[in-house]
């Protein structure tokens, strides 16, 4: 159905299985969280209309999905938790801001902050 190249292992599935609706939340949230990624690369390259435009079609569609996983909640009578924060993300983030220097420019920056 998916097109996967291995096979789910069955011992994740019986876990989502039991916690669907804190895997439907998370999921909620990483699609809420890529919206708002693209449209913060937005703002700050806005003199870039070629990523403009990619970026606000990956917004939309980010947004669409979010959609998407809230009516599958709602529909199993789940309510959407709270965002979970993810120690990994804190840590990355904090590397990112360390090693940010505006003047550098998106492009530059994306790969100085990825280099390591």
């Not at 980010?62 to 009516?71: C, P």
Request: proline fraction near 2%.
């Amino acid at each position: 159905m998916l097109g996967l190249k291995l096979l789910t292992d069955p011992r994740w599935a019986n876990i989502a299985e039991g916690n669907l609706e804190e895997i439907l939340t998370d999921h909620a949230w990483c699609e809420q969280k890529a919206a708002s990624n693209a449209i913060s690369l937005i703002t700050n390259n806005s003199e870039h209309e070629d990523l403009v435009h990619e970026l606000t079609a990956i917004a939309i569609e980010e947004m669409e999905h979010f959609k998407m996983v809230i009516d599958i909640i709602k529909e199993r009578g789940y309510t959407l938790g709270r965002e979970r924060k993810d120690d990994y993300v804190g840590q990355l983030m904090k590397f990112s801001k360390k090693r940010w220097q505006p003047e550098y420019g998106f492009y530059r920056q994306t790969t100085i902050c990825c280099d390591d």
